[in-house]
């Protein structure tokens, strides 16, 4: 098996997962996985597409994310992971697609608006 490469994305983040043949090492920008990302929701995220496919331990995967906040970046790889595992196995896509792991999350930061506060907020108007 060569090395698979995906990209999965969510919000301002983008992650390119490459899977290949290994003993279940995660790799996040060069750093081990449980030091990249330290709390146990967001490794649950990274680790959900293998667990639900049954191959934890199989592969090893090295992730290249960058821009967004650590959540985006969680579930970018998610994402990317997901579609490399239907790669590997389409029969994976059933077993993906009903929890939601293949779908790109379209919500972004709307932008703020000129002569407002934010996007929707407005300037507290006062009346003298």
Known sequence: MEVIHK????????????????KGNITVNK?????????????????????LTNNDGNFD?????????????AEAIRLGLSRAMCELDP???AILKPEGLLTRDPRMVERKKFGQKKARKKFQFSKR
Do not use: S, W
């Open 61 to 73: 995967i090295t992730v290249n994310v960058y821009g967004g906040g650590i959540t985006g970046q």
């Open 91 to 93: 029969e994976n896509r």
């Open 31 to 51: 750093k081990d996985m449980a030091e990249y990302f330290t709390t146990g929701t967001l490794q649950y995220k990274v680790n959900q597409p293998i667990a």
């Open 7 to 22: 990209i999965g994305r969510r919000k301002t983040a983008v992650a390119r997962v490459y899977v290949a043949k290994g």
